[in-house]
Antibody, heavy 126, light 106 residues
Framework: QITLEESGPTLVKPTQTLTLTCNFS??????????VGWIRQPPGKALEWLAV???????RYSPSLKSRLIITKDTSRNQVVVTLTNVDPVDTATYYC??????????????????WGRGTLVTVSS | DIQMTQSPSSLSASVGDRLTITCRAS??????LVWFQQKPGKAPEPLIY???NLQSGVPSRFSGSGSGTDFTFTISSLQPEDLATYYC?????????FGGGTKVEI
């Protein structure tokens, strides 16, 4: 059974750095095709994808946040960490980590986030 | 970036109703589209991937169709537990992008 759980501060001051950890179980991030990503959701608003790291160490970032984001993995500890620098109140959101892998349909491969953590609410305020 | 436009942004329906949500991509994405259901206070869960393929364990009243730029999500007979916000998301290319969501009220 795959589970993911986000952890980190609930309150961060503007200009500080936010570090969130995703602890997961039930899969290995060294398995081909697997990735773990971060998605956030400001209160009452839509989902926004932030970043993903893959089993082969490939990383992808949202262009609008790329200069402020770093995503890393510790395969042995089953953790993925995301760091967001210079936070602002607009970064207030619930942050989710999610497991992604390939599904195969009609001879095509489809990669998407199939299992998500419960999310953690982070408020940016002085 | 590929923009995903969902409509309507909200709707109210009755138990047993058939409802349809549309999602339009700003460029061709093939069928690389997933529909998520997000119940209040919960994380999103995928219902349909490859635009029309039901995720394991998802009730058959949910369906999806479309390819290219225009997609449709349908609930054939709305149930009370379907109260949720529904999102489309394209995974054809990075950055991954979501639609603005459709809030379904019963």
């Amino acid at each position: 059974q795959i589970t993911l759980e986000e952890s980190g501060p609930t309150l961060v001051k503007p200009t500080q750095t936010l570090t969130l950890t995703c602890n997961f179980s039930g899969f290995s991030l060294s398995t081909s095709g697997v990735g773990v990503g971060w998605i956030r959701q400001p209160p009452g608003k839509a989902l926004e994808w932030l970043a993903v790291i893959f089993w082969n160490d490939d990383t992808r970032y949202s262009p609008s946040l790329k200069s402020r984001l770093i995503i890393t993995k510790d395969t042995s500890r089953n953790q993925v960490v995301v760091t967001l620098t210079n936070v602002d109140p607009v970064d207030t959101a619930t942050y989710y980590c999610a497991h992604g892998t390939y599904y195969y349909h009609s001879r095509a491969s489809h990669w998407f986030f199939d299992l998500w953590g419960r999310g953690t609410l982070v408020t940016v305020s002085s | 970036d590929i923009q995903m436009t969902q409509s309507p942004s909200s709707l109210s329906a009755s138990v047993g109703d058939r409802l349809t949500i549309t999602c339009r991509a700003s460029q061709v994405i093939g069928n690389y589209l997933v529909w998520f259901q997000q119940k209040p206070g919960k994380a999103p869960e995928p219902l349909i991937y490859a635009a029309s393929n039901l995720q394991s364990g998802v009730p058959s009243r949910f369906s999806g169709s479309g390819s290219g730029t225009d997609f449709t999500f349908t609930i054939s007979s709305l149930q009370p537990e379907d109260l949720a916000t529904y999102y489309c998301q394209q995974y054809d290319m990075f950055p991954l992008t979501f639609g603005g969501g459709t809030k379904v009220e019963i």
